[in-house]
């Protein structure tokens, strides 16, 4: 008994430790056989890691499917019999954490309606003391890194040391393209402070359907992420939950054949040379707009000394909007994306109230 556990635990250390690692499987358990052929259709790519499948569906509103409970857990055991395939499932509470140690899950992850409460996760790190198995963490669904950090050290707290993170995109109003947007920048500020954490993505629940799957997988491994979590079903279109979204195990391994796999670096003296000459250039370029926007500061702030002596606001919203057009036109003439063009200028706007909010309050 303790040859086996001791070499189950070498697979699951061993998968975690695999880059890309790939888990997919349906959004939900619905019969066990469905769980079985998925796993055995999954194993036939060769490409599949880990088989995911939701036991409990935490939903926004009553009514709707909600998962079919603990009685599905042995349904992914017998699937990990047969196919060799290591099983995730999402746990919400420490009851779940329970049923899914009782029937040997080998990856755990906290799902974003979860990581978005503090207490629901103190719970569940609770449950998991004392215990060694893998835990991955989803963004909020709202855009606050400090709570995805928060759920973070919580776990690392209950004593697991294998944590990841899976990047499933965030909610936001008026998005017509992504059932959740992406905002890659925050995935990217989160895996910068925390690097050796894994860092997967979730096209699925970014996307919402499938038509565009394959492209943000493809940017998360331009991103250099370390694996994706992609639902798969062995009939979407009549998935119990969320079927837009899923795919077939077939066209899952098609899509994972088509993704241009890169590597963060080569060992090579020659493109390191060429690398650090590009990068040089960059700093150079870098070190020159901290300078012009430092002066642009201080132009702003003569301006804001003016419009304290002659008692006019700070804002004004004409001279804002014609600065936005000038960029706007001469930006599409330099390849500037007229949503980078905001960003930016929003950021300097900003700055330039604050020091003119200063002289005013000196």
Same mark, same amino acid.
């Given at each position: ?6 070499? =189950?635990?070498?697979? /699951? ?77 999402? /746990? ?23 990581? /978005?409460?503090?207490? %629901? ?11 060694? /198995?893998?835990?991955?963490? !989803? ?21 697991? $040391? ?9 909610? %936001? ?14 995935? #990217? ?16 629940? #970014? ?14 491994? @331009?991103?250099?992420? @370390? ?40 060992? %090579? ?13 960059? $700093? ?7 300078? #012009?926007?430092?002066?642009? =500061? !201080? ?10 002596? $002659? ?50 309050? %000196?």
């Amino acid at each position: 008994m303790q040859a086996e556990t001791t070499t =189950m635990e070498n697979k /699951v250390q061993a998968a975690w430790n695999k880059r890309p690692l790939i888990i997919s499987g349906p959004c939900s358990a619905e019969t066990e056989e469905q769980v079985v052929e998925t796993a055995q259709r999954l194993a036939q790519t060769g490409k599949v890691d880990v088989l995911r499948s939701g036991i409990w569906k935490p939903r926004t509103r009553p009514g709707s499917f909600e998962g079919i409970g603990t009685k599905g857990l042995p349904w992914l055991q017998h699937a990990r019999k047969v196919t060799g395939l290591l099983t995730a499932v999402e /746990v919400a509470t420490a009851k779940q954490v329970e049923d899914a140690l009782h029937f040997d899950v080998d990856i755990l992850w906290v799902g974003a309606r979860t990581t /978005v409460n503090p207490f %629901s996760v103190q719970e569940i790190a609770d449950a998991l003391r004392g215990v060694k /198995v893998p835990v991955l963490i !989803k963004n909020p669904i709202n855009p606050d890194l400090e709570l995805w950090i928060g759920a973070v050290e919580r776990i690392a707290k209950a004593g697991i $040391n294998d944590i990841g993170l899976i990047h499933r995109g965030f909610s %936001s109003y008026g998005n017509t393209e992504y059932r959740n947007a992406p905002m890659w920048h925050l995935a #990217i500020e989160m895996k910068r402070r925390n690097p050796e954490l894994l860092m997967i993505n979730d096209p699925s629940h #970014i996307c919402g359907r499938r038509d565009i799957l394959q492209e943000v997988a493809q940017k998360a491994i @331009d991103l250099d992420f @370390d694996g994706l979590i992609i639902e798969s079903h062995i009939d979407p279109d009549n998935a119990w939950s969320d079927a837009k979204q899923q795919i077939t195990p077939e066209r899952l391994g098609e899509m994972l054949n088509s993704i241009i796999w890169r590597r963060e670096d080569i060992p %090579s003296e020659e493109y390191h040379a060429a690398l650090d000459k590009l990068r040089a250039q960059i $700093n150079h370029l870098d070190d020159e707009l901290m300078q #012009i926007l430092g002066q642009r =500061m !201080k132009v702003a702030e003569k301006i804001g000394q003016y419009k304290k002596d $002659n008692n006019i606001t700070i804002l004004q919203t004409a001279r804002w909007n014609e600065i936005l057009d000038r960029a706007f036109k001469k930006g599409e003439k330099m390849g500037l994306s007229k949503e980078f063009i905001t960003k930016y200028f929003d950021a300097v706007h900003l700055e330039s109230i604050n020091h003119q909010t200063k002289v005013f309050n %000196s």
